[in-house]
């Protein structure tokens, strides 16, 4: 997936997650600490994730039932800035599947690599997703 980092999505976000700091919502307060365009706030590229027409199809491809299925944990690691302007492209991969609980819990490590326009790897987005298996439960 491809997409366009826009300056007013950059603003709503900020202000959506009560991003007080100026320079993620003003292009003036930006430019004067020495940012050429708004900031991405770290955060903001997992949502870009859900711009597809079905974000989650590919779980419910792996014959996931999203009525069992958590949010386990999210990670971000960054090597350098993204602006607004900037053109990303994300690339997601399953890199670990593994059980614990005797069956009963599931767990699927996705990465997705952010790349810019020019190649360079930006991001590296990590989620894990908890899918319970509730007939497998271990009983005390």
């Given at each position: 997936m491809t997409a366009?980092?826009?300056r007013g999505r950059l603003a709503y976000f900020a202000k959506a997650i009560g991003e007080s700091d100026p320079i993620y919502s003003d292009i003036e307060a930006a430019q004067a600490d020495g940012h050429p365009d708004l900031p991405v706030p770290p955060t903001f590229l997992f949502g870009l994730k859900l711009d597809v027409?079905?974000?989650?199809?590919w779980i419910e491809e792996l014959g996931v039932d999203?009525?069992?299925?958590?949010?386990?944990k999210?990670?971000?690691t960054y090597r350098s800035m993204l602006y607004a302007g900037d053109t990303v492209t994300l690339t997601?991969?399953?890199?670990?599947v593994y059980e614990k609980k005797g069956g009963s819990l599931e767990?699927?490590?996705?990465?997705?690599?952010?790349?810019?326009?020019?190649g360079v790897?930006?991001?590296t987005l990590e989620e894990t997703l908890v899918v319970r298996h509730p007939?497998?439960?271990?009983k005390p």
């Open positions: 366009v980092i826009e027409p079905d974000p989650f199809g999203m009525h069992f299925l958590l949010h386990g999210q990670a971000f997601p991969t399953i890199i670990d767990f699927i490590v996705c990465a997705t690599e952010v790349t810019r326009a020019d790897a930006v991001a007939g497998l439960e271990i």
